[in-house]
T-cell receptor
Framework: NAGVTQTPKFRILKIGQSMTLQCTQD?????MYWYRQDPGMGLKLIYYSVGAGITDKGEVPNGYNVSRSTTEDFPLRLELAAPSQTSVYFC????????????FGSGTRLTVV | AQTVTQSQPEMSVQEAETVTLSCTYD???????LFWYKQPPSRQMILVIRQEAYKQQNATENRFSVNFQKAAKSFSLKISDSQLGDAAMYFCAYRRYANSGNTPLVFGKGTRLSVIA
C-alpha cells in the first residue's frame, strides 16, 4: 500500500519554465490537497479537490493550476516559474471522515533560479 | 478565517524530560477537529495525535498527550520521557466541521523541538 506518492522529490527550474508536480494516491480518498511549506511560515493551502472533476482555490493559488480527472491523481502545474515559487510542496489526501486528518506525500523540494 | 498560532518557534528539552508545545486557534465554530503533526528531518509529515472538539477528554497516544481547553481555544501538546527521535518540527492544525464534507486543515507556523542528550 503506497499511500500518497509525489514525484519528483527534487527539481531545479529556471525562471519562466513550467512543470507539473505529480501526486497519486491509492487509498480511494475523495479529498486531495496541495500545500507549500516555506521556512517559518507553516503550510499554506494552494488548491484542493473534493472529488474527481471538482477543484477549488486555497489561500495562495496564484501561479498554479490543478486538475482532477481521476480519484487517484491530482497534479499541480506551475506556469512561468518565479523565484517566489521556491518552496517545498506537499500533496495530501483524506477520506470523508473529518477526524482522520491527512495522509501526506513525501514532498517535492523545488528551487527556481 | 480561522487562524492557528504557535507562539514558540523553537523549544528544547533534555532527554527523558517532559516538554509542552503551545497552540492556540481562533474560531467562532463549536464543532471542529485539532491535530498535531510531526515533521522530522526526513520531511515526512506524521500524525501524532488528534482531538475532536465535542470530546471533553484529552487525547493521549503513548508518550504524547494534549491539554485541550475549548473555552480558551488552546490545544497544547505534552511529550513525556522525551527521546532523541522526538526532535522535529511540530505543527498544530485545525479543521472546521462542515455538513457538506471535509474542509481543509489550517496549520500553524510550527515549533522546532530539539532534544538534548
Amino acid at each position: 500500500n503506497a499511500g500518497v506518492t509525489q514525484t519528483p522529490k527534487f527539481r531545479i527550474l529556471k525562471i519562466g519554465q513550467s512543470m507539473t508536480l505529480q501526486c497519486t494516491q491509492d487509498m480511494n480518498h475523495n479529498y486531495m490537497y496541495w500545500y507549500r511549506q516555506d521556512p517559518g511560515m507553516g503550510l499554506k493551502l494552494i488548491y484542493y479537490s473534493v472529488g474527481a472533476g471538482i477543484t477549488d482555490k486555497g489561500e495562495v493559488p496564484n501561479g498554479y493550476n490543478v486538475s482532477r480527472s481521476t480519484t487517484e491523481d491530482f497534479p499541480l502545474r506551475l506556469e512561468l516559474a518565479a523565484p517566489s515559487q521556491t518552496s517545498v510542496y506537499f500533496c495530501a489526501s483524506s477520506p470523508d471522515r473529518p477526524n482522520y486528518g491527512y495522509t501526506f506525500g513525501s514532498g517535492t523540494r523545488l528551487t527556481v533560479v | 478565517a480561522q487562524t492557528v498560532t504557535q507562539s514558540q518557534p523553537e523549544m528544547s528539552v533534555q532527554e527523558a524530560e517532559t516538554v509542552t508545545l503551545s497552540c492556540t486557534y481562533d474560531t467562532s465554530e463549536s464543532d471542529y477537529y485539532l491535530f498535531w503533526y510531526k515533521q522530522p528531518p526526513s520531511r515526512q509529515m506524521i500524525l501524532v495525535i488528534r482531538q475532536e472538539a465535542y470530546k471533553q477528554q484529552n487525547a493521549t497516544e503513548n508518550r504524547f498527550s494534549v491539554n485541550f481547553q475549548k473555552a480558551a481555544k488552546s490545544f497544547s501538546l505534552k511529550i513525556s520521557d522525551s527521546q532523541l527521535g522526538d526532535a522535529a518540527m511540530y505543527f498544530c492544525a485545525y479543521r472546521r466541521y462542515a455538513n457538506s464534507g471535509n474542509t481543509p486543515l489550517v496549520f500553524g507556523k510550527g515549533t522546532r523541538l530539539s532534544v538534548i542528550a
